[in-house]
């Protein structure tokens, strides 16, 4: 197969997805949301770690959504937890 390509001459360049990466951290959180999240993940076949992502993404989508609207306090479009599971789990 190395024969068919000839990547010598290719040129690097700097990956664009870099600032969307994540970053890994290390959290202590409860054992009882450790298996909420896990039990999720089971189910829905999705990492648990990703749902612990898209909750805290969500949370924060709320948050903001709620600021910008101050007259309602109503968040616009809010994309729940368990419909953003079904979409990921149908990537797959």
Do not use: H, W
């Given at each position: 197969?190395k ?6 001459k ?8 870099v ?8 959290m ?25 992502n ?6 924060l989508?709320?948050k ?8 309602t306090a ?11 599971v ?7």
């Amino acid at each position: 197969m190395k024969d068919q390509y000839d990547l010598s001459k290719m040129k690097s360049r700097k990956n664009p997805y870099v600032s969307k990466l994540k970053k890994p951290v290390t959290m202590r959180l409860s054992e009882d949301v450790i298996d909420y999240f896990k039990r999720m993940s089971e189910e829905n076949g999705v990492p648990y770690q990703s749902l612990i992502n898209l909750y805290l993404r969500d949370q924060l989508f709320v948050k903001y959504t709620c600021m910008a609207d101050q007259k309602t306090a109503k968040p616009k479009g809010v994309c729940r937890l368990s419909e953003a599971v079904k979409k990921l789990s149908l990537l797959k």
